[in-house]
């Protein structure tokens, strides 16, 4: 009874749809953000390393991006109702898994399948507000999403800060395998079905490959992903090394780490209420260009610090700021041009979209991981690469497009 579809139109644009889609795409976003303030004291509590612990990031990163791949052509094929049910129970179940882990080795096996899980809800978000809304209605939607979404930033580091000091790390992933089981028993009553046709050989090998290669001859779909892959390897970049940098060498406690992102979170914002209301002025493509711009000027003022031997709270807090409101003007329109073109595959278009934004991601945590040494300058060179790749990216975009 409780897997019986709604019936009715699935209207994008309504709050609680919009609440419901919110969630569904920040379920990978939180079960980042929550455990980042735990993660130096999880290096002891498991008797590991510091890039060890960081695995655990960069192989959630990892798959969340090969798992896209999966989860897009199955949702062309089968819907996208089963794929993000059955994504969500394997969610809500890598996530109590995580809270018993006794290694190291355990914890990063089970992140990996809760990025599995994670993904399904990005991708399937992602798809339905293509199959319920065209062009400028989809960039709005994202743009209220991505406003939304603004909140995630402020409450799960805080949260998993509190969590962390009165609790210890396992409660942030019994939180995490909670909100899973919650968001399985909402969507298994208020999601309707919104693919209108299945897409019968959507799973065949050569399909998959006529319709991944369409979407790579596609200059304007390969420009918006490198722009979008670009921003979150940056972010993914101060993820990695933040919680090192400012509480192992600034003394920053877990609950006061949480709330320093409360200043990125302000500047996300933001950028969000201005995007909200320039964003149909402007059109996909002016807004991309000048949140790239922001992006680049970002990583510019990041590296510079360590360059002249420079540390302190401010000269990480600030940048990063610039770097979300950037973000903010970018992102939901970077999304809604790279899927406008795709209606018919709407599904493998989200996905390999995904595929890309968290596989660069990945490459920008490990990266970090592997340089080692001073945290702040992995971190920071790492960003300010991935802040040229996003500048050079929007250079390219179509003027036909937005």
Same mark, same amino acid.
């Given at each position: 009874m409780l897997l019986r579809a709604p019936t009715g139109a699935f209207e994008a644009t309504r709050p609680s749809s919009i609440a419901l889609l919110t969630f569904m795409v920040a379920l990978g976003q939180m079960s980042l953000g929550l455990y980042l303030p735990s993660m130096p004291s999880m290096a002891g509590s498991l008797g590991a390393a510091h890039y060890e612990v960081q695995l655990t990031l960069t192989v959630f990163l990892g798959g969340f991006a090969v798992s896209q791949l999966v989860w897009g052509p199955m949702s062309d094929r089968f819907g996208r109702r089963v794929v993000l049910l059955l994504g969500l129970t394997v969610f809500a179940a890598a996530g109590m898994a995580c809270a018993m882990a006794e290694t190291i080795t355990q914890l990063i096996v089970f992140r990996f399948f809760q990025a599995v899980g994670a993904c399904a809800g990005q991708v399937v978000a992602r798809a339905t507000v293509r199959d319920s809304t065209e062009?400028?209605? !989809?960039?709005?939607? /994202?743009?209220?999403?991505?406003?939304? /979404?603004?909140?995630?930033?402020?409450?799960?580091?805080?949260?998993?800060?509190?969590?962390? !000091?009165?609790?210890?790390?396992?409660?942030?992933?019994?939180?995490?395998?909670?909100?899973?089981?919650?968001?399985?028993?909402?969507?298994?009553?208020?999601?309707?079905?919104?693919?209108?046709?299945?897409?019968?050989?959507?799973?065949?090998?050569?399909?998959?490959?006529?319709?991944?290669?369409s979407l790579l001859r596609n200059r304007g779909y390969i420009a918006y992903v490198l722009v979008i892959g670009g921003i979150f390897g940056g972010l993914m970049a101060y993820s990695t090394a933040s919680p090192f940098v400012l509480m192992e060498t600034l003394g920053w406690s877990p609950q006061a780490f949480g709330f320093l992102v409360l200043f990125n979170v302000v500047a996300f914002l933001s950028g969000s209420l201005i995007t909200r209301r320039i964003g149909p002025i402007y059109g996909l493509r002016r807004m991309v260009r000048l949140g790239s711009g922001m992006v680049l000027v970002s990583g510019s003022a990041m590296i510079a610090a360590p360059l002249l031997g420079h540390l302190s709270t401010a000269a990480i807090i600030a940048p990063m700021m610039l770097f979300l409101f950037g973000m903010a003007f970018a992102l939901p329109s970077a999304m809604a041009g790279a899927l406008q073109d795709f209606p018919h595959i709407a599904g493998s278009a989200a996905a390999f979209m995904g595929f890309s934004q968290m596989g660069l991601a990945m490459i920008a945590s490990w990266t970090v991981g592997i340089l080692g040494g001073d945290a702040h300058m992995a971190m920071a060179a790492v960003l300010f690469v991935c802040a040229v790749a996003c500048a050079v990216a929007s250079a390219f975009l179509p003027r036909r497009i937005g």
């Open positions: 062009g400028p209605a !989809t960039a709005l939607v /994202m743009t209220y999403i991505t406003l939304a /979404m603004s909140v995630s930033p402020a409450i799960t580091p805080a949260l998993g800060g509190f969590l962390e !000091t009165q609790f210890g790390w396992r409660a942030n992933f019994i939180t995490l395998g909670l909100i899973g089981v919650t968001l399985f028993l909402i969507a298994s009553v208020r999601l309707p079905e919104t693919l209108r046709a299945p897409v019968m050989d959507a799973l065949s090998p050569g399909r998959l490959v006529r319709n991944y290669a």
